[in-house]
């Protein structure tokens, strides 16, 4: 099971962390990923980390400002979100899958096995 926190409404500028604890399975085996879905939108590939946390990789929109990171000790991973814009908000999502090819299979849903049940961040301007 995935467990997110951390979603909150700030303002544009500011930062958030959320946080996904995993339980029932060997967290480190897994990669991860975040995603998010605005209203009226598809969900869409924010970031992830593979099993080990050595590769990252994030989307355009969000290179630069967001960062994740894990802690597999804590079976937890983490999104920090910084420089928040509007059109960050949205319902985020981790997840967790053994896919292999990482960095060509890491922005697509189907490749993630398990998913949390979202948390709601909303930014305003």
């Known amino acids: 099971q995935l467990q997110a926190c951390g979603g909150g409404v700030v303002q544009a500028g500011d930062s958030l962390r959320l946080s996904c604890a995993a339980s029932g399975c060997t967290f480190s085996g897994y990669n991860m990923g975040w995603f998010r879905q605005a209203p009226e939108k598809e969900r869409e590939f924010v970031a992830a980390s593979s099993s080990g946390g050595r590769y990252t990789f994030f989307a355009d929109a969000v290179k630069g400002r967001f960062s994740i990171s894990r802690d597999n000790a804590r079976n937890t991973v983490y999104l920090q979100m910084n420089s928040l814009r509007p059109e960050d908000t949205a319902v985020y999502y981790c997840?967790?899958?053994?896919?292999?090819?990482?960095?060509?299979?890491?922005?697509?849903?189907?490749?993630?096995?398990?998913w949390g049940q979202g948390t709601l961040v909303t930014v305003s301007s």
């Open positions: 997840a967790a899958g053994e896919f292999v090819f990482f960095l060509a299979s890491g922005r697509n849903p189907p490749n993630y096995n398990y």
